[in-house]
Nanobody, 120 residues
Framework: VQLQASGGGLVQPGGSLRLSCRAS????????MGWYRQAPGKQRELVAD???????NYETSVKGRFTISRDNAKRTVYLQMKSLKPEDTAAYYC???????????????WGQGTQVTVSS
């Protein structure tokens, strides 16, 4: 069971990027999915998360600029990032919580991280 993230890169301030993260392997169900980020010298922080029924939660500084969504059939979570700022520069990690079978939950999966750099 693993998460594979993609979509990072270098973008100018004000630009946009879309991150994707797909879960693969034997997973019975996925509950919450989310994106975290960690800048050099800082702690990892939650950027946004989304429940299986579509309820979302955003870190204050990204509200109105980032949109999280998911495709349950594809077991994929997306993060659309617009109006990017230099302070958004970080390694972005996807996370998924779920169940490996109908009786065993507590899965806490992490992707490998994808770098987002916002610079002119």
């Amino acid at each position: 069971v693993q998460l594979q993230a993609s979509g990072g890169g270098l973008v100018q301030p004000g630009g946009s990027l879309r991150l994707s993260c797909r879960a693969s392997g034997s997973i019975f169900s996925i509950k919450a999915m989310g994106w975290y980020r960690q800048a050099p010298g800082k702690q990892r922080e939650l950027v946004a998360d989304i429940t299986s029924d579509g309820s979302t939660n955003y870190e204050t500084s990204v509200k109105g600029r980032f949109t999280i969504s998911r495709d349950n059939a594809k077991r994929t979570v997306y993060l659309q990032m617009k109006s990017l700022k230099p302070e958004d520069t970080a390694a972005y990690y996807c996370n998924a919580e779920g169940c490996s079978d109908p009786w065993t939950c507590g899965l806490d999966l992490w992707g490998q991280g994808t770098q987002v750099t916002v610079s002119s």
